[in-house]
Each structure stands twice: as structure tokens, then as C-alpha cells.
């Protein structure tokens, strides 16, 4: 098989994919390593599809710092389902945190009131949400607003969360990469994120599919520090089953 007709090929599995290994294709083509990233190097030149570690992507694995009133109104439908399913594992005499994100405002669209329910978080548009429940004590962290997320990031608000200790954790994220965890697009908000992580007793991501294969500047963990992640069908089997290797419970509504 020729250069042109493997280029073909990578071409038509990467449509049909979304995203290719390089070990695969060394099999595929029985040819070297070096090969296929020469390959992947010139069609990504092309413009074609993007690198990335262990092989290729269609899509631009990298994410932007959008304003939290943009991201809001990116696949709506599919994160309130996700917030509603997480919304029923918040039970009465809870004590929750939950980070920044559009996915887990609509978590906190979806709480129903409980007794002696109390919600630490970052974000000030959750704590405006659930501040209309006169059940729920609502417990807003100090620190630097950040505008383009609506929440505190920063010292303040990590000393902070050491005088707390809470059963979950609901974490929204910008990137879910395979081979680089979990990430976020700013770094301050990646650093609050771990102390968030270093106080829940279990942590759950709440993502819509669109957030696998891309990586974010800040990296906020690996896959051994998280619990569930809760996200929707149009997650594929491939990075579902690659999840659930490193023993993470993947729900999909």
C-alpha cells in the first residue's frame, strides 16, 4: 500500500471515528510507527485532522476560555439531563460541594429541595440558584471573581475549603482527554478544583460528550481521583470503555 492510498484510508476510518491510534493503523497497514506519524503529520498539515499522544483526533482536542453566558447555551438539552440524573444522588442531611461550569448549573436547576441540605461552592450563579430554597444553606466561597466563569478562584478561596469535609463532589470540567485526565481552561480554577477534590469523599464529573478528546490548559487530575462521571450517548464506546478501565463508573443518560 502506497502513501496515497493510506492517507485514503486514515482519512475514511477518521470520518467514521472521530479519532485514530497509531497502533492501530500500524497493524491496519503493517508498517512502522514512524510511518503513521508521518502520515498524521502531513494530513494534519493538510488540515485534515489533529495530533494528538498515541494518534489522531477530527476534532481541535483544544478548548478556549469562553464566557460562562456562551457555553450556557452549548448542548442545553443534554446537560440538563445530566444535572437531573445528578440531582438525584444528592440526598437529605447532604453536605455537597460544587464547582464551576454550565453542567453543574443545571445540576443546581435540577436539586429538589431535601432537609438539611447544605451546598458549598465556587460559583456564583449556582449559589443564586439554590439560594431560593429556604431548605438548602447555601455556603459561598471567598476569593477573586472571575468573570468569564461567574466564580472565585485563587489562596482565599483553597484555605478556605480546609475547614470543610463533604460527601461529593459535583466537578464541571472543559477537556476529558484519555491520556492527560481531566482539565479546565484556567489555571487558577484547575488548582481550586483539586483542593475541592482533597475534601469530598467522592468525586462526580458531570461532562456532555463534547468535552471528550479535548484538554484544557490546566490540568486538574488524573482518572484515579475520580468516582462517576456522568455524561450522554454521544459519548463513544471506545473512550467509554477506556473510563471504565481506570475503574470509573460512566453513567449515560
Request: hydrophobic residues 40%; charged residues 25%.
Amino acid at each position: 500500500m502506497n502513501t496515497v492510498e493510506r492517507h485514503t484510508k486514515i482519512i475514511e476510518k477518521i470520518n467514521n471515528e472521530g479519532q485514530v491510534k497509531v497502533q492501530d493503523l500500524c497493524d491496519q497497514f503493517e508498517v512502522s510507527s514512524v510511518t503513521v506519524r508521518k502520515d498524521l503529520k502531513l494530513l494534519e498539515e493538510k488540515g485534515i485532522l489533529y495530533r494528538i499522544h498515541g494518534g489522531a483526533t477530527l476534532n481541535n482536542p483544544y478548548t478556549t476560555d469562553r464566557h460562562v453566558n456562551e457555553k450556557e447555551k452549548v448542548n442545553l438539552p443534554e446537560k440538563m439531563e445530566i444535572g437531573a440524573a445528578a440531582a438525584k444522588l444528592v440526598t437529605a442531611n447532604d453536605s455537597i460541594l460544587i464547582a464551576s461550569g454550565t453542567s453543574v448549573l443545571a445540576l443546581a436547576k435540577n436539586i429538589k429541595p431535601q432537609e438539611n441540605l447544605t451546598v458549598i461552592t465556587s460559583a456564583l450563579n449556582v449559589a443564586l440558584e439554590l439560594n431560593q430554597h429556604n431548605e438548602i444553606e447555601v455556603i459561598q466561597l471567598g476569593g477573586v471573581l472571575r468573570k468569564r466563569s461567574s466564580s472565585v478562584t485563587g489562596l482565599f478561596a483553597e484555605t478556605n475549603l480546609s475547614d470543610f469535609s463533604c460527601s461529593k463532589l459535583f466537578l464541571g470540567v472543559d477537556g476529558i482527554d484519555l491520556d492527560f485526565g481531566l482539565t479546565t481552561a484556567n489555571v487558577r480554577e484547575a488548582r481550586l478544583n483539586r483542593e475541592m477534590i482533597k475534601v469530598s469523599q467522592k468525586t462526580i464529573v458531570l461532562a456532555d460528550s463534547s468535552k471528550f478528546g479535548k484538554r484544557g490548559f490546566g490540568r486538574i487530575c488524573g482518572f484515579e481521583q475520580i468516582d462517576e462521571i456522568i455524561t450522554d450517548r454521544g459519548i463513544s464506546n471506545f473512550t467509554k470503555e477506556g473510563l471504565e478501565e481506570f475503574g470509573i463508573k460512566v453513567t449515560i443518560v
